[in-house]
């Protein structure tokens, strides 16, 4: 019992050193889907999510809400820039009605854009995409980026650190549980901690096998702050042939899976919450049939190693 007890003391121990979030303990050793993940504001992120970016997909997303929730998925990624928070919200209201699931039972991100980057615009576009998802609160509210633009989109020169006082704003009001940013580097993020009351849960950033970003992603881990990394892994960017690679060919034939499959495992192994956006039916069933494996560190080392430092906004 000692042993034991020393052991888990260690584990934490670890966890806290290296920034890592502690997985919770019911879900050790058996990670799904909905697995969650503890942020370091005490709540829980589910490790696993549904992204909906895509203007031409908008009739789309309500369906695919509901195919994401019958396939297991409960955490759901939107924002007001994507123009789909009221598609997103039937897409939940039909989930719930149905009793797939509670609401409480499903974890929504959504973000603030640009031009509402004044301290005081924050909670009222909050409320504005409270409105349109139909829901009394999410789960997580992110600034989109730490640009602030006019709504004619020329450049605000609002600072982030405002906007962030409008985001704890959100949060003591329970408006938003979980309040963080996203597309921000670490000297961004180390000036909200410095003058800021709450440090952000999260930080959603580029990571691919093209653009592994690996000090951003330490720093954050090492500030106790989890990483959702969403994008690029399946659209076909210009110049990155990524999908091709044989060496990721060989390592998803060794497991019987897809090649989307093992880049999205290749997210998970490294401790980043993969949010893949999928209309299809049968691709948001393929983006989540990604808990029976893993990869080596080995595999994660060599799919790294393809890293070109290429963002997709290059
Ligand atoms: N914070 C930010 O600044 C930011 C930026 C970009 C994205 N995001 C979030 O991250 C989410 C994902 O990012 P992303 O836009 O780069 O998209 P993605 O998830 O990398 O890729 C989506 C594209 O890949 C297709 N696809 C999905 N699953 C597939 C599969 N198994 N096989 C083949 N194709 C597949 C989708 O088409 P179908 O729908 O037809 O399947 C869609 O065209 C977004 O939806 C959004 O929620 C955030």
């Not at 829901?135 to 006019?150: A, E, G, R």
């Not at 044989?246 to 093992?262: C, E, F, H, L, M």
């Not at 880049?263 to 919450?273: E, F, M, N, V």
């Not at 691709?283 to 994660?300: A, G, M, Q, S």
């Amino acid at each position: 019992m000692k042993q034991l007890l020393t052991t888990v003391a260690f584990f934490i121990l670890i966890n806290v050193i290296t920034g890592h979030a502690v997985h919770d303990d019911k879900n050790i050793g058996k990670q799904e889907p909905n697995t969650t993940k503890q942020l370091n504001d005490g709540n829980h992120i589910p490790i696993f999510g549904l992204g909906t970016f895509g203007w031409g997909d908008i009739p789309k997303i309500r369906q695919a809400i509901n195919w994401a929730v019958e396939s297991g998925y409960r955490h759901i990624d939107t924002a007001a820039l994507y123009d789909n928070e009221a598609e997103v919200g039937q897409g939940i209201s039909d989930v719930v009605r149905k009793g797939l699931v509670k609401r409480e039972d499903l974890y929504v991100t959504t973000k603030l854009w640009n031009n509402k980057h004044a301290r005081d615009q924050v909670v009222p576009a909050l409320r504005e995409s409270l409105a349109k998802l139909n829901l009394s609160y999410v789960d997580l509210y992110l600034i989109h980026t730490p640009l602030s633009s006019n709504e004619d989109r020329s450049p605000a020169n609002i600072d982030y650190l405002e906007t962030w006082q409008g985001m704890e704003e959100a949060k003591e009001l329970g408006l938003a549980k979980s309040i963080g940013v996203s597309n921000f580097y670490t000297e961004q993020i180390d000036r909200i901690r410095a003058h800021s009351t709450i440090v952000p849960a999260v930080n959603q950033i580029e990571v691919h096998p093209s653009n592994t970003n690996e000090t951003l992603v330490k720093d954050c881990f090492e500030r106790n702050i989890t990483v959702v990394a969403p994008f690029g892994f399946f659209v076909p960017r210009g110049k990155r042939p990524i999908k091709d690679d044989t060496t990721i060919k060989n390592i998803a034939q060794k497991y019987g899976k897809s090649v989307n499959q093992v880049l999205l495992r290749y997210s998970l192994d490294r401790d980043l919450i993969p949010i893949p956006k999928s209309t299809n039916e049968n691709r948001i069933k393929e983006n989540i049939n990604v808990f029976d494996f893993h990869l080596t560190p080995e595999e994660v080392s060599i799919i790294s190693s393809l890293n070109t430092n290429s963002s997709i906004f290059d």
